[in-house]
């Protein structure tokens, strides 16, 4: 069993940064991949990023290239998202998830561990 608590969520203004942070629990943290996924009002939960179990690989949602960064420490079982350059429309509860171990994916369906997400408000 894995159990995501993410810390660092606030209110910032367009063009500022915040740094997102999950602290997981569980033996197979560091064999597995690691998302970060937001969810606006009234719109479908969607893919920020991912990253594979070492850190080597990493993908990331169109609407965040070049702005968002993963990053994980195995030795500290945390994942972060550095968050620059923020506009409105990243305003959005962000959730920190977890899949199975040699595990990395894009795809919602694949993260059976969700941690309680962490609120973004991004002021125009």
């Known amino acids: 069993q894995v159990q995501l608590v993410e810390s660092g969520g606030g209110l910032v203004q367009a063009g500022g940064s915040l740094r997102l942070s999950c602290a997981a629990s569980?033996?197979?943290?560091?064999?597995?991949?690691m998302g970060w996924f937001r969810q606006a009002p009234g719109k479908e939960r969607e893919f920020v990023a991912t990253?594979?179990?070492?850190?080597?690989?990493?993908v990331y949602g169109d609407s965040v290239k070049g702005r968002f960064t993963i990053s994980r420490d195995n030795a500290k079982n945390t994942v972060y998202l550095q968050m620059n350059s923020l506009k409105y429309e990243d305003t959005a509860v962000y959730y920190c998830?977890?899949?199975?171990?040699?595990?990395?994916?894009?795809?919602?369906?694949?993260?059976?561990?969700w941690g309680q997400g962490t609120q973004v408000t991004v002021s125009s």
């Open positions: 998830a977890g899949t199975r171990p040699l595990v990395t994916s894009t795809l919602l369906s694949d993260y059976p561990y």
């Open positions: 569980g033996r197979t943290f560091s064999s597995s991949g």
């Open positions: 990253i594979n179990w070492n850190g080597r690989s990493t």
